[in-house]
């Protein structure tokens, strides 16, 4: 019994007119969710990223050779706001990790890439987190990671992910 099924039956003992089936579910994800995110946050803290920051450098990396993207498709795969999105270069930028230019074909474009350091951090910090995934896994057998990932993939369309 966790934290949740004492939520769960306070609820039924309190409400028992009220169906509480998504509580043990929605409780534990939030739970889950929050303690993986401070874990994250700290495996990218020892390497003076914070998560938006391993995005940005990540999304970067996985573009391949020269590891630049626009501005524009940096925003859109992350789905966040224009605003967001320059702060987060800018704070890379500050850092050496990215460098920003105008397009060669379209100068009202801006294009970011990893700078020599970026790439090195990225390769190191991408090393580490998936370390630190693989141990907030560990008390899952590789079938049940696979399962739990079909189910996730599966809410993740269903809540319009």
């Not at 379209?106 to 090195?120: C, E, M, Q, S, Y």
Request: glycine share 4%.
């Amino acid at each position: 019994m966790d934290l949740v099924d004492k939520i769960v039956m306070q609820w039924k003992a309190a409400r028992p007119d009220v169906d509480t089936a998504t509580v043990g579910p929605i409780g534990r994800l939030t739970r889950v969710c929050k303690k993986m995110i401070a874990v994250e946050e700290a495996t990218f803290a020892r390497h003076q990223l914070n998560m938006a920051g391993f995005d940005v450098l990540s999304a970067l990396r996985r573009a391949q050779a020269p590891y630049a993207l626009s501005a524009g498709e940096l925003m859109a795969s992350m789905m966040i706001t224009s605003g967001t999105m320059t702060n987060r270069i800018d704070q890379l930028e500050k850092a050496a990790l990215v460098t920003r230019s105008a397009d060669s074909v379209d100068a009202r474009k801006t294009i970011v890439a990893l700078t020599p350091k970026g790439l090195a951090l990225i390769d190191q910090a991408i090393v580490e987190h998936l370390a630190t995934q693989k141990s907030l896994l560990a008390g899952m057998s590789d079938e049940e990671i696979e399962q739990l990932d079909r189910l996730l993939r599966k809410l993740s369309v269903s809540v319009g992910l």
